[in-house]
């Protein structure tokens, strides 16, 4: 589920393009609601993970997990501009929670698995408020780096799969190693595409913020864990 909604983020890379900035007043509040609900939802599936891991719930596996995930996802999209939308942002994000859940356990019954996660956790923040930073600071439009972004997840979600199927741990190394730069560059610009009103629908911004936040933390994890004694 390393992949957000392909459609979407075409339908964004050409609007971007072509797409005037907004005025300075309603891009703030575009980007103040998608950060009032990204704040809550990171709540919400925290506080879902954390329960999932405390109960010991078994991980719904990958086939289960992406058609969850897509399906919430496709339900969101079709919805983004009704009260309906919302909610099933919270449904999404909450089911993202509850498949952390499992993850964390594992990393956690390692020796140093409370560091891993913690740096995991750490690192993510960093790399979550140095591109946001960049992006609000930076006059500078990033549009341009939508279709490499969009190609280079399409490349790596196919490998991600051919990782777990075919069990290539070196390749799954490398997926996440990319994942961590490309969630970065979507941080980068999806608040930039906020910034420059190329993005004005807060519910879905929020739903590509969180998508590059669980999948940067998911990536960190892993690579923290190999590196750390995981096998």
Same mark, same amino acid.
């Given at each position: 589920?390393s ?10 890379v050409?609007s971007h ?10 891009s703030r ?12 939802t990171l709540?919400f ?7 999932? /891991? =405390?109960?010991?719930?078994?991980? +719904?596996?990958?086939? !289960?997990?992406?058609?969850?995930? $897509?399906?919430? *996802? ?13 909610g ?10 509850y498949t ?9 019954s ?6 891993i ?10 790399i ?5 930073a960049?992006?609000l600071t ?10 490499f972004l969009?190609?280079g997840m ?5 490998a991600?799969? /051919? =990782?777990?199927?075919?069990?290539m +741990?070196?390749?799954? !190394?490398?997926?996440?190693?990319? $994942?961590?730069l *490309?969630?970065?560059g ?6 930039n ?7 004005t629908?807060y519910?879905?911004a929020?739903v590509?913020l969180?998508v ?6 998911t990536?960190?994890?892993h690579?923290?864990g ?6």
């Open positions: 589920m992949l957000n909604d392909r459609s979407y983020l075409s339908d964004q050409l393009g072509g797409a005037a900035a907004l005025g300075s007043a309603e509040k575009v980007l103040r609601n998608t950060y009032m609900l990204l704040a809550m709540a599936s925290a506080v879902v993970a954390g329960v999932s /891991a =405390a109960m010991g719930l078994p991980h +719904p596996g990958i086939i !289960l997990t992406l058609i969850g995930y $897509f399906g919430l *996802l496709f339900a969101v999209s079709k919805f983004r501009d009704s009260a309906l939308g919302v099933l942002v919270f449904a999404l994000t909450g089911f993202m929670g952390l859940g499992p993850i964390i356990n594992r990393y956690l390692l020796p140093n698995g409370g560091e996660v913690m740096m995991a956790m750490a690192g993510t923040a960093v979550f408020f140095a591109m946001s960049i992006a930076s006059k500078r439009d990033f549009s341009f780096m939508g279709n969009l190609v399409i490349v790596a979600f196919l991600g799969l /051919a =990782a777990i199927f075919f069990e +741990p070196l390749l799954s !190394l490398v997926v996440s190693a990319a $994942f961590v *490309l969630m970065s979507l941080i980068l610009y999806e608040t595409a906020i910034i420059q009103g190329g993005e629908n519910v879905m929020t590509s969180f590059s936040i669980y999948n940067l933390f990536s960190l994890l690579l923290l190999v590196f750390g004694g995981d096998e």
